[in-house]
């Protein structure tokens, strides 16, 4: 591992310390400090592939997190944005985009006739949330174990591994960071993923006071973790039977597991969506949105959500060169679903070769690789994949294949990201790479 590092040592090394000196903890985000274990600072970016400051080219397969279904700088993306540059990014003032990222949204997603953009993942969860207790005048917010809703004091939980802990209501609920109050605590309950005794049991002790259910559809941060089958439509007859809303937040899984999310592929439809990532390529942009009678108390300018730069016109060029594509092109989903199948089935095949067990949650082009502290069943996989996660010896791999030029997150909680960049030689390169590291680890 020493000798490793030291291998690494030069530009990135020297950037990195550089931008420690002003930007506290080297990155703007707390969740993306964590993403370098080898220093790596990036000089550009293109397809699927990134540059560092050393001059290596990578392969990426977390593509920052999500947003670029077509790959990085895809030419026809940045030429949209770019000639909305040149006529005005922002004027305050409607503009004739508008329109059409609200008709495309509305088209792809049915259940959101209309929608409010805002300009991250948090802000628009913390609004919908927002609007679920005025329309409903509760204020209890029920959660799921596992799931992340950004950083506000609304929606932070301290993390919990899904199937670490015993199935119970409210399992360890706790501020997710310092500072946050306390009492917001009172008004949001946790509940365990995947398990339906614990939603009905939610429902039965507090029924009249839940305002809404949040859920990531497919749980996607502590691995991929899709639905156990029945419980989101389980959570909207609920929710429906008891006065609350429910709330997608497809953020991550919006316009990346289908065409019109999850919502589509599980035929469930929720009172609000949330969407970001995807939904503006790499652009900061979210929209969340439901029934013209849903959102009607923002249509009255009673219910409150505002923002200078929510609805910016560069970030509606970005929303519209990202939907007109996804709309008109008739197979990216069948190929991102291929391409993610045989990437599952190769990353298996090098880990079954290495003889060391490894939990793959996957949704489409949506994947989680992460070493397992020991083997389990395919039937296991969903239910007990992410309490088996081994973080150490992940983080080995991840450090020896940055070195080798694949680029996956060393939090084995952050999935892959597959692109339309992403060929089926790229994926093995990656296999390859990874099979030489998964070699070296065996002998730590
Ligand atoms: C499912 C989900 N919801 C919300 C968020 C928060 O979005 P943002 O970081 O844009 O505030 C994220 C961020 O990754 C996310 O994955």
């Given at each position: ?58 392969i ?345 030029g694949v ?18 030689e790229d994926i093995n390169t990656v296999c390859g790479v ?11």
């Amino acid at each position: 591992m020493q000798q490793m590092l030291a291998v690494n040592t030069g530009a990135n090394e020297r950037s990195m310390d550089a931008i420690r000196q002003v930007i506290a903890g080297g990155s703007s985000s707390n969740m993306r400090a964590k993403g370098f274990v080898i220093p790596i600072v990036v000089r550009r970016a293109s397809g699927a592939r990134i540059w560092d400051m050393n001059g290596a080219e990578l392969i990426d397969v977390n593509m920052g997190y999500g947003p670029h279904l077509f790959g990085y700088a895809d030419p026809q993306y940045t030429e949209d944005i770019a000639a909305q540059l040149r006529d005005g990014a922002m004027t305050g003032l409607p503009h004739r985009l508008d329109l059409e990222a609200g008709e495309l949204i509305a088209q792809l997603v049915p259940s959101m006739e209309q929608v409010r953009f805002a300009n991250s993942g948090t802000e628009a969860l913390m609004s919908a949330v927002r609007l679920a207790r005025m329309s409903t005048e509760r204020t209890l917010i029920v959660t799921f174990a596992g799931h992340y809703h950004g950083w506000s004091d609304t929606l932070l939980r301290r993390p919990v591994i899904p199937g670490a802990l015993p199935a119970s209501l409210d399992p360890g609920c706790e501020p997710g960071a310092p500072g946050m109050l306390p009492e917001t605590l009172s008004h949001t309950i946790q509940i365990p993923w995947n398990d339906p005794d614990s939603l009905r049991a939610v429902f039965a002790r507090h029924g009249e006071r839940i305002a809404a259910v949040v859920c990531e559809p497919v749980l996607a941060n502590a691995g991929v973790v899709p639905p156990a089958p029945g419980l989101l439509a389980m959570a909207r007859e609920m929710s429906a039977a008891h006065g609350a809303f429910l709330i997608f937040d497809e953020v991550i899984t919006g316009f990346r597991v289908a065409r019109g999310g999850a919502q589509a592929l599980y035929g469930v439809t929720p009172d609000l969506t949330v969407l970001s990532k995807v939904l503006g390529g790499g652009f900061p942009v979210s929209a969340f949105g439901g029934t013209r009678a849903t959102m009607a108390p923002l249509a009255r300018n009673e219910a409150f959500h505002a923002g200078v730069y929510a609805g910016n016109h560069a970030a509606m060029a970005a929303v519209v060169s990202m939907l007109r594509r996804i709309s008109s092109s008739s197979d990216i989903y069948d190929k991102l679903d291929a391409l993610g199948a045989y990437a599952e089935s190769e990353v298996r095949k090098v880990f079954a070769a290495a003889g060391l067990p490894v939990w793959i949650g996957r949704a489409g082009s949506l994947m989680s690789v992460s070493l397992s502290t020991r083997r389990l069943r395919p039937e296991q996989e969903t239910a007990e994949g992410p309490a088996a996660t081994d973080f150490v010896l992940h983080r080995e791999l991840q450090a020896r294949c940055q070195r080798g030029g694949v680029y996956f997150h060393p939090n084995p909680f952050e999935p892959w990201f597959l692109s339309t960049s992403h060929t089926i030689e790229d994926i093995n390169t990656v296999c390859g790479v990874i099979k030489d590291a998964l070699l070296e680890i065996e002998d730590l």
